[in-house]
């Protein structure tokens, strides 16, 4: 399923942030966002999952083919982390969890309120929900905060599992995962600066 952006420009507080995107996401292909602290990738991201609107192009992906993971983990704390999958396998119309624990090496924390989680199991956790969506172009955003090395390399073999699925991966990211991936930096596409100063967008903090 093909993700395609044409002349796309993305805003914050009604102000444009980056401006003149056009790219296309295919089966199988992972696409790294880089660019600097505010650049503009998670506006991006969140307008690609459908959380914002664009301030003017065209977004085009097969309705409800997206996944998004934002930088919260999203996770309900007064919930076990098999409930808080089997939650989200349900919102998304799927069946087994056990893949997706295995993935991320939570089976041994699996009746652990997600509340009682480190900050890496979370994020382990939060990850792990991307793989009980069913979708197949993954978006997200600087993924691998609060991960050890080796959760590191299980999310990308995740990916690379995806990917080899016939899925695609749109990651904002400042670290290598290691992926056989193209970079897109969104530091071309950046809106003038001062454009931006006094915007406010307080809805969507
Ligand atoms: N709620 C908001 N209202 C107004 N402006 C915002 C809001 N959120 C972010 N911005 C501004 O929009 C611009 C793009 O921010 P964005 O979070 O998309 O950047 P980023 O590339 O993801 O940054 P980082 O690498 O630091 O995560 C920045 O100038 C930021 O200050």
Redesign the pocket.
């Known amino acids: 399923m093909t993700l395609t952006i044409r002349d796309l420009c ?1 805003a ?2 009604g ?1 444009p ?2 401006d003149r995107l056009s790219f296309a996401l295919v089966p199988g292909q992972a696409l790294i ?1 880089r ?12 307008t690609l999952a459908g959380l914002q609107p664009p301030l003017s192009g065209h977004i085009e992906a097969a309705e409800e083919s997206i996944a998004y993971s934002s ?1 919260s983990d999203g996770l309900k704390s007064m919930l076990t982390v098999t409930e808080n999958l089997r939650f989200w396998a349900d919102v998304f119309g799927q069946g087994d969890i056990e893949p997706a624990l295995a993935a991320f090496s939570l089976s041994p924390l699996r009746d652990r309120m997600a509340g009682t989680l480190s900050a890496g199991q979370k994020r382990r956790l939060g990850l792990a929900r991307m793989l009980v969506t069913g979708r197949p172009i993954w978006m997200m ?2 993924p691998t905060v609060s991960l050890d090395v080796d959760a590191v390399v299980q999310f990308a073999s995740a990916v690379s599992a995806h990917l080899g699925a016939g899925g695609s991966a749109l990651i ?1 990211t ?1 670290i290598d995962l290691g992926l056989e991936a193209e970079v897109f930096d ?1 530091t071309p596409y950046r809106a003038a600066l001062d454009a ?1 100063a006094g ?7």
């Open positions: 993305v914050r507080g102000v942030v980056l966002l660019g600097p602290n505010g650049s503009g990738k998670t506006t991006l991201l969140r930088h955003d600087e904002a400042h969104v931006r915007a406010s967008d307080e809805a969507f903090l």
